[in-house]
């Protein structure tokens, strides 16, 4: 299995809402994070976890909770949200934080906040 | 300050040309570049990399050129495709400490039948 798992695809979600994004990957991978891509725009880092502790956070409002379960999950959780907090979300994995090669993306989720 | 600086900003090619996107760093600590493509809707994909040990790498119809002295390295897509209609970004990091990859702004390619 060579890929990272994302969902939901797409999430429209309320500003009161509380919803969280799901990640897996079973390449055996020990370093995860969470992007924020805009249209147009590359991928802005929120979220490092190596071996399943955070190691950087980005300057990320306390809106996004992350969380790292155990070393193929990583999840998102999202609270009080704003609209121009909508952008698709990637997940991705390295085999180390220390290896940025064998990084992989997953397909993304959505979010659009109303 | 933007480490990576990429160019041009988007670019169209006739189904077959070549096409050429170039990018130049800052930082002489990077020592792995990636290229990556993305489609709408998709996320950023390996497409070829190299470290600054090489000037060159093929990998099919694509080939990455690498000048250490300029600090620069080029994406060059032979007999483009209308399928090759993406994205672009290239990317540098370095294997040491946390290591995360610094992204170019990114160009979209159109390839034209």
């Known amino acids: 299995d060579t890929e990272v798992t994302q969902t939901p695809k797409h999430l429209v979600m309320g500003m009161t809402n509380k919803k969280s994004l799901k990640c897996e990957q079973h390449m055996g991978h020990r370093a995860m994070y969470w992007y924020k891509q805009k249209a147009k725009k590359p991928p802005e880092l929120m979220f490092v976890?190596?071996?399943?502790?955070?190691?950087i956070n980005e300057s990320v409002p306390s809106r996004f909770s992350p969380e790292c379960p155990n070393s193929s999950l990583l999840n998102l959780h999202l609270h009080a949200l704003q609209p121009e907090d909508s952008a698709l979300y990637l997940c991705?994995?390295?085999?180390?934080?220390?290896?940025?090669?064998?990084?992989?993306f997953g397909s993304g989720t959505r979010l659009t906040v109303v | 300050q933007q480490q990576v600086k990429q160019s041009p900003q988007s670019l169209i090619v006739q189904k077959g040309g070549i096409s050429i996107i170039n990018c130049a760093y800052e930082n002489t600590a990077f020592d792995y570049f990636p290229w990556y493509q993305q489609f709408p809707g998709k996320g950023p994909a390996l497409l070829i990399a190299i470290r600054p040990d090489v000037s060159e790498k093929k990998e099919g119809r694509f080939t990455i050129s690498f000048n250490k002295s300029a600090k620069q390295f080029s994406l060059h897509i032979m007999d483009s495709q209308p399928g090759d209609s993406a994205t672009y970004f290239c990317?540098?990091?370095?294997?040491?400490?946390?290591?995360?990859?610094?992204f170019g702004k990114g160009t979209m390619l159109l390839v034209s039948p």
């Open positions: 991705a994995s390295s085999q180390d934080v220390r290896k940025t090669y064998g990084y992989t």
């Open positions: 990317a540098a990091s370095m294997d040491s400490g946390y290591s995360t990859l610094t």
């Open positions: 976890y190596s071996y399943e502790k955070l190691s």
